[in-house]
């Protein structure tokens, strides 16, 4: 049981390093790209075109930040620190990107659909049919990704810390049931806003 165990723990270690390379693309080639002024994705202008772009650049350091913590996953100096306080922000974290996800998916079809009118502060021209594409079909799926990866990643550090089976089962059920709170929170919240 050891044995099949351990491969299957060094099986995961993959995702640890997936989430880092995922997290650092989208930080410098899409945040980093837009925060030094690239309009590939972005569907219109903005009101303060350098505020955007400070913004952009202040989230693809944060979301930088993010990939490095990702190697605590699977690098020898994260078994150094302590075991919840690698899992428990790797696993919020993991919540929250797949959350901001799913919370689109619902919310953006739903306006396009003319259930609900989202509002879009700050632009000052915008195409809602491209903006919608771009989200749905590029921003949303690296959130959804890394939050699979992060939590594939975290499991992975569960495992080589010495976790249970059960113990593994369980944090990846209260990732589940957070991320769909969180959603479920997130749309009531979208909604509300916007009827």
């Given at each position: 049981?050891?044995?099949?165990?351990?491969?299957?723990?060094?099986?995961?270690?993959?995702?640890?390093?997936?989430?880092?390379?995922?997290?650092?693309?989208?930080?410098?080639?899409?945040?980093?790209?837009?925060?030094?002024?690239?309009?590939?994705?972005?569907?219109?202008?903005?009101?303060?075109?350098?505020?955007?772009?400070?913004?952009?650049?202040?989230?693809?350091?944060?979301?930088?930040?993010?990939?490095?913590?990702?190697?605590?996953?699977?690098?020898?100096?994260?078994?150094?620190?302590?075991?919840?306080?690698?899992?428990?922000?790797?696993?919020?974290?993991?919540?929250?990107?797949a959350a901001h996800a799913l919370t689109t998916y619902i919310?953006?079809?739903?306006?396009?659909?003319?259930?609900?009118?989202?509002?879009?502060?700050?632009?000052?021209?915008?195409?809602?049919?491209?903006?919608?594409?771009?989200?749905?079909?590029?921003?949303?799926?690296?959130?959804?990704?890394?939050?699979?990866?992060?939590?594939?990643?975290?499991?992975?550090?569960?495992r080589r810390t010495g976790g249970s089976a059960r113990g593994?089962?369980?944090?990846?059920?209260?990732?589940?049931?957070?991320?769909?709170?969180?959603?479920?929170?997130?749309?009531?919240i979208v909604v509300a806003r916007n009827l």
């Open positions: 049981m050891t044995a099949v165990r351990s491969r299957t723990s060094l099986s995961l270690a993959w995702a640890g390093y997936a989430a880092f390379g995922w997290a650092a693309a989208y930080a410098i080639f899409v945040r980093g790209y837009q925060g030094l002024g690239g309009t590939v994705g972005l569907a219109g202008t903005f009101e303060d075109p350098g505020g955007m772009q400070r913004a952009s650049l202040i989230a693809g350091a944060g979301i930088l930040l993010v990939a490095f913590g990702e190697l605590a996953l699977v690098r020898p100096w994260g078994l150094r620190l302590p075991r919840w306080l690698v899992i428990v922000p790797a696993l919020i974290g993991s919540a929250y990107a919310t953006k079809p739903l306006d396009a659909l003319g259930v609900l009118e989202l509002e879009f502060h700050g632009w000052a021209t915008r195409d809602q049919s491209a903006q919608f594409l771009w989200d749905l079909l590029f921003y949303e799926p690296w959130f959804l990704g890394l939050g699979v990866l992060t939590t594939l990643g975290t499991v992975h550090h569960y593994e089962r369980r944090l990846v059920a209260v990732t589940v049931v957070a991320t769909l709170a969180l959603t479920v929170l997130s749309c009531a």
